[in-house]
């Protein structure tokens, strides 16, 4: 069967020559490795005539498909975990980077590209994206491939009143969601998605597949938050399902500067966090013309929400605690829990389940060129600080600029900082996501966009955390620092300059889980954790994490 399946990886064009020998090598590992002929059809070189295709497929921030972009020797798109064990040895044996892609989301494209230009293969989970709900013991399997809007979509299916606290965008893969926290509606009322997550299955670097049970509770807590592609890759995730209303309540209430948006954005920073848990709240800042007078802008704040109840239990609620805002119940609409997430995203209303599936949603921060950055607001911003920070939404390249400010609260202040590695929890009032994004054809200007980004971000430093600015691991961010390209004796000095920002006192903890599970730094980018170059046994340290 071996000699077989190599003659039909030769048939398929894959013509090396011989620079590129450890590649060459490397295809030649992966027909003795597998078990079956069915590899030879889940890889794609480029000389395949699908190659762009489907590395393309899954791109969701186009500054990453320019000509210019380092694309992978090979994509390989495995039907079993096997295939993975394969190309993860064969990779390993012949010196090729490893990129693992489950829905292709990395703000920075180190799912599916490389910054360092280095010979690497995609591990695409494509194919692996099965979801198992048991309603009964109210779990659910689902496979790192899978997208959150398939995961909702099955969960809808099967229960009207279980849902998972998870991120909001559908097309979001759960591998890579779930590895770095994933918060979302239900954040305040059950916390993140990895904090909900009670079992998984993972395959480490020297191909072995582990469970809970196996890997350790080191491993399994690291995996929970610590950011994908440093410790191995997790093939399956065994999720706690929790309790949600048959229907929910949403509103969006939109306020320009003429509307008193400014006092308004001011006094919900003071009172969102102190929200009863069953409330998502979040406002959306944005550019747009006046309704006043079309050829004059304004800003722009949707107050958007989401509870977990009834309207006549709302609009008292809110006659109590955010009077000013005046909603009325004709601002609200009652839906079921997976639609609200559609409504939360993209503001359709009424929208069947099975736009949950559409793997092409376009947004702020999907199929489009964008840059994106992050913070967390410990203090309430003062009201002529925001007075600043809406003069540059008239600059030119804010024209599709936004921030997204998400109160905090609730659950996120009842679970320690160390409980898992995200860290982000008591003692925030809210989080911001900035984004900025633009067309294709001012692709060529990108930089004026960047340029634009890192200014807003500049000016916002007096006004958010500190010692460190902190940010959040799913919207990566590059700027605040990189890992060296090689295993040099300064690599953990190196990375402890972002690692800190992403996950405060809980990077040393993550450093010394690498030291013992991946010791020779095999599963590493542009910002994965490193490990510590100490002189202790890696028994010690394990014993060390445990107690």
């Known amino acids: 069967m071996f000699p077989f399946l190599f003659v039909v990886l030769l048939s398929l064009s894959w013509r090396i020559n011989a620079s590129a020998l450890p590649f060459q090598e490397f295809l030649h590992c992966l027909s003795l490795r597998s078990q079956n002929s069915s590899i030879a059809k889940l890889v794609y070189t480029q000389n395949n ?107 809808a299916r099967k229960s009207k009143t279980l849902a998972f606290p998870a991120g909001i965008c559908p097309t979001l893969g759960v591998g890579g969601h779930l590895s770095g926290g994933g918060y979302g509606l239900l954040f305040r009322k059950y916390g993140l998605g990895a904090d909900n997550v009670i079992d998984a299955r993972l395959i480490d670097v020297k191909g072995r597949i582990l469970d809970k049970k196996s890997m350790g509770e080191y491993l399994f807590w690291a995996i929970r938050g610590g950011g994908g592609g440093t410790f191995g890759i997790v093939l399956a995730w065994k999720l706690k399902l929790v309790a949600v209303p048959a229907n929910v309540t949403v509103f969006t209430v939109r306020k320009t500067l003429e509307q008193n948006a400014t006092e308004l954005v001011h006094r919900w920073q003071s009172i969102a966090h102190k929200f009863p848990k069953e409330m998502h709240s979040s406002i959306a800042i944005a550019r747009v013309n006046s309704s006043e007078d079309e050829e004059k802008m304004t800003i722009q704040a949707s107050f958007t929400s989401t509870f977990l109840g009834s309207i006549d239990e709302l609009i008292p609620l809110m006659e109590e605690k955010f009077p000013e805002l005046g909603l009325v119940k004709e601002d609200c609409l009652e839906m079921s829990w997976a639609e609200s997430n559609l409504y939360s995203f993209l503001f359709i209303l009424r929208s069947p389940s099975e736009t949950l599936l559409n793997r092409n949603q376009k947004s702020s921060i999907s199929k489009t060129f964008f840059k994106a950055k992050s913070d ?50 008591a003692g925030n009032l809210y989080t911001i996501l900035y984004t900025v994004d633009w067309e294709e054809k001012e692709n060529i200007n990108s930089e004026k966009f960047m340029s634009w980004m890192r200014r807003v971000y500049s000016y916002m430093t007096p006004y958010v955390s500190k010692s460190p600015r902190e940010a959040y691991i799913n919207y990566r961010d590059l700027d605040i620092g990189t890992n060296k390209i090689n295993n040099s004796k300064r690599s953990y000095a190196k990375a402890r300059v972002w690692g800190v920002k992403y996950f405060k006192n809980n990077f040393n903890r993550l450093a010394k889980v690498k030291t013992i599970v991946d010791p020779q730094n095999f599963f590493r980018h542009e910002q994965s954790i490193p490990p510590l170059l100490l002189l202790w046994k890696r028994s010690d340290l394990k014993n060390h994490l445990s107690s």
């Open 376 to 425: 967390f607001v410990k203090q309430p911003i003062p009201e002529s600080a925001f007075e600043g920070l809406w003069s540059k939404f008239y600059e030119d390249e804010a024209k599709s600029a936004s921030m997204l400010f998400v109160a905090f609260g609730g659950k996120m202040d009842e679970i320690l900082e160390t409980e898992y590695p995200y860290p982000h929890r």
């Open 49 to 155: 005539s699908s190659y762009s295709s489907v590395l393309k497929s899954a791109a969701q921030n186009f500054r990453f498909t320019t000509p210019s972009t380092p694309t992978p020797s090979a994509i390989v798109t495995p039907l079993h975990a096997s295939h993975i064990q394969a190309a993860v040895y064969c990779c390993r044996k012949h010196g090729l980077q490893v990129r693992t892609r489950s829905g292709g989301h990395d703000f920075e494209g180190l799912s599916y590209t490389s910054a360092y230009k280095v010979p690497f293969v995609v591990i695409d989970l494509v194919n692996l994206r099965s979801v198992r709900v048991n309603v009964e013991k109210a779990t659910a399997w689902v496979e790192s491939g899978a997208t959150v809007g398939e995961l909702y979509d099955e969960i």
